[in-house]
Each structure stands twice: as C-alpha cells, then as structure tokens.
Nanobody, 127 residues
Framework: QLQLVESGGGLVQPGGSLRLSCAAS????????IGWFRQAPGKEREGVSC????????DYADSVKGRFTISRDNAKNTVYLQMNSLKPEDTAVYYC????????????????????WGQGTQVTVSS
C-alpha cells in the first residue's frame, strides 16, 4: 500500500519548535518532490514549503520564511519540516504530499498535481 505518514505534531508554546516528519511506505521518495501544506479551521489550505526530489531546491511561504526549514533524507525515505519560533497563527493540520518529478509547488490552487497525501498531523501553538 502506497502511503505517506506525517508525525511530530503536538502542542507547543509560542516561540517553541517542532519537527514534522513525512515518511513514505510502499514507494521510494527519491523520484518525488515533496510539499507541506496546512489548513486551519475555517481557513483555506495554505502551501508552506516544498523541496525538489534531489533536495537542491526549496521554496517557502512568506509567512514561514526564516522560521521553517524543509529537508529530506532519501536514505530514510523521509522528509522533514523543522519549525522554529512558532506563532499561534501556525496552528493548523499539516499535510505532506508527494509529486512524481523533480519539482513541486506551494501554490494551493495547484495542489492537485500531487499524487499522494498524508493524513495530516495537528500542530497547536498556544500558551
């Protein structure tokens, strides 16, 4: 069964950090670009970050630039999203998605290009 599984979410205080993981099973991520998206209650899906299949190219939403870092370890078939200096407005369900090919996108209206999606992990930033 081909699937993506996110982990690492939780409750953290403002200013804190979390590292999300996106692990693939049933297929290798080497040939896939990976995107992270998030959706807060009552809000539209937002693109957060993406990384190319080689790991050489990354992109970030303006709202997370300088605070979030995406990386990948193809040997472990896993992509990470390191989130620092978290803010209450970062609260959302975070999803990873895999697109076969070298490059992904963080544009929500193009999220249909992704082939596989995880089930999501909740991130709550609150004091």
């Amino acid at each position: 069964q081909l699937q993506l599984v996110e982990s690492g979410g939780g409750l953290v205080q403002p200013g804190g950090s979390l590292r999300l993981s996106c692990a693939a099973s049933g297929f290798t991520l080497n040939y896939y670009a990976i995107g992270w998206f998030r959706q807060a209650p009552g809000k539209e899906r937002e693109g957060v970050s993406c990384i190319s299949s080689s790991g050489s190219s990354t992109d970030y939403a303006d709202s997370v630039k300088g605070r979030f870092t995406i990386s990948r370890d193809n040997a472990k078939n896993t992509v990470y999203l390191q989130m620092n200096s978290l803010k209450p407005e970062d609260t959302a369900v975070y999803y990873c998605a895999a697109k076969r090919g070298p490059y992904g996108t963080i544009k929500p209206h193009l999220s249909y290009v992704y082939d596989y999606w995880g089930q999501g992990t909740q991130v709550t930033v609150s004091s």
